[in-house]
């Protein structure tokens, strides 16, 4: 099939195919008779009778030329999509015009000149994408005249995404980069990259057309991911995550997409959970009514604000006070200590976990254990305490002892 449009000159596409006009016999009388004139076209532009076949990544060039042959060099030659407003490549008199060249398409088309004298019109496309599937049109003008013809490319996205052959193996507090390839390589900074954990509404980050997108990253990934982009022209789909946690071992899945085309690739990560809970490796002696700060940390030092931090007497249904992912929760907490406790929220970000205990009383004297879970880790320390003081002087610190007198009489 020869995809061709005849060039027409302009001035006689104004005229009907047939044209009519009144020719005088003689002074009184009229006779109408019909002329034809036929609308010759200057040339045709004559592409492929079959779609071209190419794989991603290859370069690819798109063949058209005008019949009959002409010096084509001072010709307006337009390489366009859809229509003219989505240029692939504009071509005139000599010149390569930008000005009004898709984004997709800077930096990776040539108009072959060499053809040009003997009226070729061919376009060269290097480092084919999936998105470049589809239909061209090459267009050309010459004064009043113009033609076109379609080119059909089919691109074959064989890609992969690659990740790699062995789970990677790093500890609490550490960065890390997890690595992932397109094969064969090619540019990516135009594709949609979507880190996830084990669904795609579980995003740890998200990367499209050289932005990120952050309004549905995981609240614990806020912050602390990065897509490397110095690979991404070549290839590379590498996340970086910064202050690695012990909930964040697990497996992660990198995803490709681009347009109908669909990638992806599984990294595992073990996160060695080798943090310990830290407590004073003394007692703490203080008096009645006197507040107090029991002190704890995570060692290596690391941001705890996601943690399970639970602070309890002897067992986990004693609990003093229980801290889980940025809330305080008090459903489970002694009624002695309603009120009375507040988790220090200055050093949660540096891994300190230190309870502030208020009004102590001489029932406060004892051991407190300091808990914390991130996932399958645990961890804990010990504090004990020293509260010197009567009874006498707790009851009147609580308002009691007042109650009392007034209750007995005195």
Not at 29 to 47: E, K, L, M, N, Y
Not at 195 to 221: C, F, G, K, P
Not at 331 to 359: A, K
Not at 385 to 397: K, N, Q, S
Request: proline letters at 4%; hydrophobic letters at 35%; a negative charge.
């Amino acid at each position: 099939m020869d995809h061709s449009v005849a060039a027409v000159p302009q001035e006689l596409a104004l005229f009907s195919r047939s044209l009519h006009a009144n020719i005088a016999y003689g002074p009184e009388s009229w006779s109408r008779v019909q002329v034809t004139v036929a609308a010759t076209p200057d040339f045709s532009v004559v592409g492929p009778d079959h779609p071209l076949q190419v794989t991603v990544v290859q370069d690819i060039v798109l063949p058209c030329h005008l019949s009959p042959s002409m010096e084509a060099r001072s010709l307006d030659i337009r390489w366009i999509r859809h229509q003219a407003s989505e240029t692939v490549h504009h071509y005139r008199n000599g010149e390569d015009l930008y000005s009004e060249q898709l984004r997709e398409y800077v930096g990776r088309t040539e108009l072959v000149r060499d053809g040009l004298s003997s009226g070729r019109l061919d376009l060269r496309i290097s480092g084919l994408r999936p998105c470049d599937d589809g239909q061209y049109i090459c267009t050309v003008t010459d004064g009043a005249s113009y033609g076109e013809a379609t080119v059909d490319v089919e691109v074959a996205a064989d890609f992969s995404v690659v990740g790699p052959d062995h789970s990677l193996q790093v500890t609490v507090g550490q960065d890390i980069v997890l690595p992932c390839h397109l094969s064969p390589s090619m540019d990516t900074q135009s594709l949609d990259i979507r880190w996830i954990r084990h669904q795609a509404s579980e995003t740890v980050h998200h990367y499209r057309n050289r932005e990120d997108l952050y309004s549905e990253q995981l609240r614990e990934y806020v912050g602390r991911t990065e897509l490397v982009r110095d690979g991404l022209s070549s290839g590379r789909l590498d996340l970086r995550i910064s202050g690695l946690r012990p909930c964040d071992d697990g497996q992660y899945v990198c995803t490709v997409t681009d347009g109908a085309s669909y990638g992806e690739a599984t990294v595992d990560v073990e996160v060695a959970a080798d943090f310990s809970v830290v407590g004073p490796d003394h007692s703490l002696q203080v008096t009645v009514v006197q507040d107090i700060v029991l002190p704890c940390h995570l060692s290596p030092s690391m941001d705890t604000q996601s943690l399970d931090i639970r602070w309890i007497r002897h067992q986990a249904s004693e609990t003093v006070h229980h801290y889980r992912n940025r809330e305080d929760l008090y459903s489970e907490q002694l009624r002695e200590y309603v009120g009375r406790t507040e988790l220090v929220r200055d050093g949660l970000s540096s891994g300190r976990l230190d309870l502030r205990i208020s009004g102590l009383r001489p029932c406060d004297d004892g051991q407190y254990v300091c808990t914390v879970t991130d996932g399958a880790s645990y961890g804990e320390a010990t504090v004990d305490v020293e509260v010197a003081g009567d009874l006498a002087r707790c009851l009147e610190a609580l308002g009691l002892l007042e109650q009392r007198r007034v209750s007995g009489g005195e």
